[in-house]
């Protein structure tokens, strides 16, 4: 079955420690996307990819890096330079990037202790 | 600031009930809207997109897009307990023809409590 695999699904990691989250889509989607959702707060963008070997920084970027090296896989880092991050981490992809029809993965849920 | 506004609620309906989740966005040129359903603790899933003005039917599920007054809805008949989630509006800024990848403006949602 098609679809989006994001891991792990939960990470407790200590302040100061880089963490990478993995995402792979097997959809063969051109665009992705990294959302982070904190409670009583809408989806905010992170960082979007159009296609491979392209990524624009999203509204809150800062604190974040991704790559995109592959069309299947856009992992996301986050730095020690994020100020809270502690949230919930969500992977999207999309056929392009000019639709707002997008897939999600399960999610990331990390815990920075 | 390009924005997208619902009612947070809790909309509560007796099961069985027609659901009508309402949302208006400020950017006038927008052209592409879409629903999206998260139930708690879970990621969103798309259930409906709508591109012109009038209603869209999917199973119980009808949008409505009304472009001159800048509002979309969501109308869920027979709402069952399983409707009960958090219903996501999101809006693609700009126009259909900018060609470039536009992003989009989420709502912060509306929760449905639909009761046995």
């Known amino acids: 079955d098609g679809g989006i695999t994001q891991s792990p699904k939960y990470l407790f990691r200590k302040e100061g420690q880089n963490v990478t989250l993995s995402c792979e889509q097997n959809l063969n989607h051109d665009a992705m996307y990294w959302y982070r959702q904190d409670p009583g707060q809408g989806l905010r963008l992170i960082y979007y990819s159009q296609i491979v070997n392209d990524f624009q920084k999203g509204d809150i970027a800062e604190g974040y890096s991704v790559s995109r090296e592959k069309k299947e896989s856009f992992p996301l880092t986050v730095t020690s330079a994020q100020k809270n991050p502690t949230a919930f981490y969500l992977c999207?992809?999309?056929?392009?990037?000019?639709?707002?029809?997008?897939?999600f993965g399960e999610g990331s849920r990390l815990t920075v202790l | 600031q390009k924005e997208v506004e619902q009612n947070s609620g809790p909309l509560s309906v007796p099961e069985g009930a027609i659901a009508s989740l309402n949302c208006t966005y400020s950017d006038r040129v927008s052209q592409s809207f879409f629903w999206y359903r998260q139930y708690s603790g879970k990621s969103p899933e798309l259930i409906m997109s709508?591109?012109s003005n009038g209603d869209k039917e999917d199973g119980r599920f009808t949008a409505q897009l009304n472009k001159a007054s800048q509002y979309v809805s969501l109308l869920i008949r027979d709402s069952q307990p399983s409707d009960s989630a958090t219903y996501l509006c999101?809006?693609?800024?700009?126009?259909?023809?900018?060609?470039?990848?536009?992003?989009?403006?989420w709502g912060l949602g509306t929760s449905l409590a639909v009761n046995p």
């Open positions: 999207a992809s999309s056929l392009t990037g000019t639709t707002g029809e997008l897939f």
């Open positions: 709508i591109y």
């Open positions: 999101a809006v693609n800024e700009g126009a259909l023809e900018a060609g470039n990848n536009r992003k989009l403006i």
